[in-house]
């Protein structure tokens, strides 16, 4: 009887553990969410500076997130890899400066 009671305890601490990191794991993944979300904003806002177009938040942090996917592709085609924060940061602006570029052309 001891013997499963300790089994039990066991497994439900297990089950706690794997919630619990489950949980940590989910929190980890909106939260770097929110900073990808909140950094493409801001290199949207600037590539919107730099190309002299007044837009909204929202096409501001699309064409960030988006320019970001466009300038790794396009540096990585050149065999130019961000190896740090600020890196990466100007590549997501050049990037959405390219995005609202070719936005510019087609809408024209």
């Known amino acids: 009887m001891i013997t499963l009671t300790i ?46 177009t007044e837009t909204s938040l929202g096409r501001n942090i699309l064409m ?11 540096f990585g085609l050149l065999g130019i890899h961000a190896s740090g924060s600020f890196s990466s940061f100007a590549i997501s602006v050049i990037g959405a400066c390219i995005c609202i570029w070719i936005g510019q052309k087609i809408s024209k």
């Open 7 to 52: 089994l039990l305890i066991v497994a439900l601490l297990c089950v706690l553990v794997g919630c619990l990191t489950g949980l940590l794991s989910l929190v980890g993944v909106l939260a770097s969410l929110f900073v990808g979300v909140l950094v493409g904003a801001l290199a949207g806002y600037l590539a919107g500076r730099f190309m002299g």
């Open 64 to 74: 960030g997130v988006l320019g970001s996917f466009v300038g790794e592709f396009l």
